[in-house]
RNA sequence: GACUUCGUAGCUCAGUCGGUAGAGCAAAUGACUCUUAAUCAUUGGGUCGAGGGUUCGAUCCCCUCCGGGGUCACCA
């Protein structure tokens, strides 16, 4: 028996090599083949139904009430839970008369997961309940659960420590309710775009994670190495130029639910690898797609949640349609009072100084405009809104506004002050689109490291053709955080980006072996925290050998005691 | 990356103006065949995140490190 085990855990194992003496299996392989789940045995239960119903359920004990020769379990099971009533009398056979007392009571622990065969029934105090006639353990729990209560729907002793919470994240699913309706809505969220989408014909493709030059966005990319090529690869921080090349190869649309990584900061709704999903449809413009994008946010709102409203934080976000459209002029007008049209680069410093907007020479006519919008108007915007027409520097890859050569057809959908989507008229003029680039290059070389590479392949298929296309792009993370009222991405994430868990390496056990160590010894020295040969250099041994024994008393260990001599012996040994 | 704050039993948290720690739940033992945060009795359980310093003495004070949260920077 480990002593580095808590005393529950040594416990629990006692208990699974109980089961095993008396016989059973505590991790049978055989199919339990369950007949309902928990909710709906509730849903569909009638107080006058005779012969009462039989079902069969199986799942982890959540907590145990025990009263003698009876007792009361709840069972918690992919839907939901249900009480159980055992009694001794009942669940005991003739091969197994330990069934209730030992097997039950002394072995069964919380976290369990148990199989019930038995009778639906409600007890005195009201509650539909098993009553259970056979008893079957299906897997032993050896790490207690955190116990979580509720009581008039009063939580006590939440398990809420964010950082056990995202690292063990199975433990929050099972302990915490609402986690895991949390994820089955972001599912939802999915599959009600991609019936959306496939309703119309446009079809779901996947396009290259790893990629020579790191386009469709500006960001800092992870950079990895292909060995074979000899080259260095990027993971994808957009999909749009694949995208766009389908377009060109005569899709008339796709889209693609895309994990993108970027190596850049990390707070409560950043993540380095996050989804996006990215739709192209040709023949298309910017404003057909603003109607498009605000029909299907909608119909995601309304299937996930079976209503238009979404309560995040203290403010309610309607997203019926149809959303208000702002151009940036506008709004950036409205909130400043600054007309920036037509104004130059050095003008719109000057703007810039006068809101107390923080810029430095690297910034181009594009980042100044975006800054004065980020600094000073979208956080106004809560209610979806799309801001239309941003200026022609900040888009590289977006057509020319139609009226106005300073502007792009390009819109952004706002919610709760944040970005939610992007969508362009697709720039498809191959020339346009290289001297875009070109620019885009000198502004990198002005210092701008999130400027783009030059993906010429990408060029030379617009030189081939690509017919009016429409795209956009929207934060999956986002809309499921706002669809689901969670303020942090790690809530709409299984498992998001963690540091590392610290590992402390211990020493094998051979190492201490090799110094005269009996090997039963070695697990004392290790609780006793010289985890390495190492860390015993230099030991006082009367104190080691004093803190060995005591150890070895204080957990019952009953080895026999080493002498001071021999403990002597290990650390001159090093 | 910067600043700030936290890290005590399996879980949720007290606490020590510096003298190696407590509660509730969970656990163990016992009582109890309709309980539900079950109840009652008894008991055990902690290198007080890690390392160093100051001190007769550190979980507490100081420094460094590790991990988390928050704010900012960067971004979606």
């Not at 045995?41 to 982890?60: H, L, M, T």
């Not at 706002?482 to 190492?511: S, Y």
């Amino acid at each position: 028996m480990s002593i580095e085990l808590s005393e529950q855990e040594q416990f629990r194992r006692e208990s699974l090599n109980e089961l095993r003496n008396m016989g059973i299996d505590p991790y049978p392989a055989a199919e339990y083949p369950t007949n309902a789940f928990s909710t709906e045995i509730k849903a569909s239960f009638k107080d006058d139904e005779e012969p009462k119903r039989q079902v069969v359920i199986a799942g982890r004990i959540m907590s145990r009430r025990i009263m003698g020769k009876a007792s009361f379990v709840e069972l918690q099971d992919s839907e939901g839970r249900i009480q159980v009533y055992i009694t001794r009398d009942d669940i005991n056979t003739e091969e197994q008369p330990e069934m209730y007392n030992t097997i039950f009571k002394k072995h069964t622990d919380i976290g369990d997961f148990i199989g019930i065969k038995g009778y639906v029934f409600r007890t005195q105090m009201g509650e539909i309940s098993v009553h259970a006639t056979e008893f079957t353990i299906l897997s032993k729990s050896l790490k207690p659960l955190p116990i979580v209560k509720h009581k008039d729907g009063v939580t006590y002793d939440a398990f809420e420590d964010p950082e056990q919470r995202y690292r063990q994240r199975y433990v929050d699913l099972v302990v915490n309710d609402g986690v895991k309706e949390t994820f089955i809505k972001r599912t939802k969220v999915y599959e009600s775009m991609r019936n959306f989408f496939n309703e119309q014909g446009y079809i779901e493709v996947e396009t290259p994670v790893l990629q020579p030059i790191p386009g469709g966005a500006s960001a800092r990319p992870f950079i990895t190495h292909h060995n074979a090529l000899n080259i260095p690869l990027y993971l994808r921080i957009a999909n749009e130029l694949y995208l766009k090349r389908l377009i060109v190869g005569g899709f008339e649309g796709v889209y693609e639910f895309s994990k993108n990584f970027r190596n850049e900061g990390m707070d409560r709704t950043h993540n380095p690898e996050f989804t996006v999903m990215e739709i192209y449809v040709a023949y298309k413009d910017y404003n057909w797609m603003m109607d498009f994008t605000e029909k299907m946010v909608e119909k995601a709102c309304f299937d996930v949640n079976g209503s238009y409203e979404v309560k995040v934080g203290e403010k309610l976000i309607n997203f019926k349609a149809p959303y208000k459209r702002v151009t940036m002029i506008d709004s950036i007008k409205e909130f400043t009072g600054f007309d920036i049209s037509g104004m130059n680069e050095n003008e719109l410093r000057e703007v810039c100084k006068k809101l107390n907007i923080e810029i430095d020479d690297t910034m181009g006519k594009g980042k100044l405009i975006d800054e004065i919008f980020g600094e000073k108007c979208e956080g106004n915007y809560i209610q979806p809104t799309f801001i239309i027409d941003y200026p022609i520097e900040m888009s590289p890859l977006c057509k020319r506004h139609r009226t106005n050569p300073e502007l792009t057809e390009r819109f952004e959908l706002m919610v709760n002050g944040k970005e939610l989507a992007n969508a362009y008229s697709e720039l498809n003029d191959p020339i346009d689109q290289l001297e875009r680039f070109q620019e885009q290059l000198k502004l990198s070389e002005k210092g701008d490291d999130e400027a783009m590479f030059i993906d010429l392949d990408f060029v030379r298929s617009l030189e081939y053709g690509m017919p009016p296309t429409s795209g956009m792009g929207i934060g999956m993370d986002r809309l499921v955080m706002l669809l689901t009222g969670k303020e942090a991405i790690q809530e709409v994430l299984f498992f998001p980006q963690m540091r590392p868990e610290k590992v402390i390496k211990n020493d094998p056990i051979e190492k201490y072996t090799e110094i005269g160590v009996p090997i039963e010894w070695v697990p004392v020295l290790q609780k006793a925290g010289f985890t390495t040969i190492k860390s015993l250099q230099g030991i006082n041994p009367n104190k080691l050998h004093q803190d060995i024994c005591g150890i070895n008393k204080k957990n019952k260990l009953e080895l026999k005691n080493p002498t001071k001599e021999e403990v002597q012996s290990w650390v001159n040994a090093l």
